[in-house]
Nanobody
Framework: QVELVESGGGLVQPGGSLRLSCDASGNLLFIDDMGWYRQAPGKERELVATISRSGLSNYSDSVKGRFTISRDNNKAIYLQMNNIRPEDTAVYYC????????????????WGQGTRVTVSS
């Protein structure tokens, strides 16, 4: 019902910048929060940033002040990554929460396939 496609990942040097994009398609009217998560080698998937329908954002402490999430209505979200560190190396996943517009009003989280970010000199 909702499809998410990430792009923009790649190889970046420490201290560099990268901009990730996530394009959404399908039934976009009932999408609530959207966000970025990442999974580094040997670690669980973790929150990077989320953004609500009204544009309120929330960041993990590890990226606060360096990354910025933005949203183009329900069409797309972006992650501007500045001052990138080696520990930012991970597969980054886009997510969207879909609220079923009828009983039982289930909340479903959709995920993209991910885009890999590798930080290396």
């Amino acid at each position: 019902q909702v499809e998410l496609v990430e792009s923009g990942g790649g190889l970046v040097q420490p201290g560099g910048s990268l901009r990730l994009s996530c394009d959404a398609s399908g039934n976009l009217l009932f999408i609530d929060d959207m966000g970025w998560y990442r999974q580094a080698p040997g670690k669980e998937r973790e929150l990077v940033a989320t953004i609500s329908r009204s544009g309120l954002s929330n960041y993990s402490d590890s990226v606060k002040g360096r990354f910025t999430i933005s949203r183009d209505n329900n069409k797309a979200i972006y992650l501007q990554m500045n001052n990138i560190r080696p520990e930012d190396t991970a597969v980054y996943y886009c997510s969207a929460q879909f609220l079923q517009p009828r009983p039982p009003f289930q909340l479903t989280t959709y995920w993209g396939q991910g885009t890999r970010v590798t930080v290396s000199s």
